[in-house]
């Protein structure tokens, strides 16, 4: 069972149109609703892949109860945790090059006694759980020090953790040492201080989080590929795409086939890579299931193209 905590979770509408123009009554060509956030998109991709989930989740308002009864519509046991605020919408539209306009709401604000009782509520589900995810951004109350209690909590269980968020959160949460972290190149850039503009760049980027704390790094280097770093050494993945037709939630499903086939050494990272492949091939955020996955199109090494510049450097 993999277990899935997000602070911040979301109900995602996307619109797909004809085209983008400003201050026109744009009409869509397809819609769609999903249950969001970064953790609940884990938890979508690991019950799409037949697996059991658990979906640590604040629920406020109407669009709480909606986000409750979309995941339970998918398989997905929601561990809800009542707030007094309403979950947030945001709303993602796609145009026919596959571009992305995303608007995406604050959320609400986590009293103190809510943010207690969402520790308390991951940290009593970790024990049944192989491996626990916590991703994404804190909403509005809760200190960028929150993931790295929760990551002591989790230790404190005999849990293992994966840890998907940035800036102030993802460095306090180092000290505590999670199991896995997975930074894009963008955040891993942001973590160390400095640009990344090579395959090699991002390597010492993420040797240096390990120095930091993380047992590992799991790093997306958008399409050039993902980097593993662990005790282990160093193994870099990538995949054929056909074509993007939308990287929302591409991450996310990373990081579930990563969990799902083990979550150590190049055979995992060769799930982390498959999945996001067929993510970006399939509309919104819809995450893929076996059917979609093409492991013959996905490359692993030992041999890091140290020297290879970035499609899109990290500032």
């Not at 123009?21 to 769609?32: N, W």
């Not at 120095?211 to 593993?228: I, K, M």
């Not at 050494?233 to 969990?259: C, E, I, K, P």
């Not at 050494?265 to 979609?292: E, I, N, R």
């Amino acid at each position: 069972m993999i277990l899935t905590i997000t602070p911040n979770p979301s109900l995602d509408r996307t619109y797909e149109l004809p085209g983008l123009d400003r201050g026109a009554v744009l009409r869509s060509t397809a819609d769609r609703v999903d249950p969001g956030g970064k953790g609940v998109n884990v938890s979508r991709a690991v019950a799409a892949a037949g697996h059991r989930t658990v979906a640590v989740v604040p629920l406020g308002g109407p669009e709480g109860a909606l986000l409750a009864r979309l995941l339970g519509d998918l398989g997905i046991e929601a561990a809800g945790v009542q707030v007094t605020g309403s979950t947030r919408v945001n709303i993602t539209l796609v145009e026919p090059d596959g571009t992305l306009t995303k608007v995406n709401a604050a959320g609400p604000e986590i009293t103190a006694g809510e943010s207690e009782t969402l520790l308390e509520t991951a940290r009593s589900h970790s024990a049944a759980a192989d491996w626990i995810a916590c991703c994404g951004s804190l909403p509005r109350g809760l200190p960028p020090q929150w993931y790295a209690e929760l990551v002591a909590r989790v230790h404190r269980a005999g849990a293992r953790i994966a840890l998907d968020t940035s800036g102030a959160a993802l460095t306090a949460a180092l000290a505590e040492q999670p199991d896995v972290v997975k930074p894009n190149a963008e955040e891993l850039a942001e973590a160390v201080g400095r640009p990344l503009v090579t395959v090699g760049d991002a390597v010492k980027a993420a040797e240096e989080l390990r120095e930091r704390g993380a047992q590992a790094v799991l790093a997306s280097l958008g399409p050039d590929g993902q980097l593993l770093v662990d005790g282990t050494g160093t193994h870099f993945g990538s995949a054929r795409v056909a074509a993007v037709r939308s990287n929302v939630g591409a991450g996310d499903a990373s990081l579930a086939g990563f969990l799902a086939a083990g979550g150590t050494g190049p055979a995992a990272l060769a799930a982390a890579v498959a999945h996001g492949a067929a993510a970006v091939q399939l509309p919104g955020s819809a995450m893929p299931t076996p059917a979609d996955l093409d492991l013959s199109a996905v490359t692993t090494t030992a041999d890091i193209p140290v020297d290879r510049v970035l499609t899109e450097p990290a500032p």
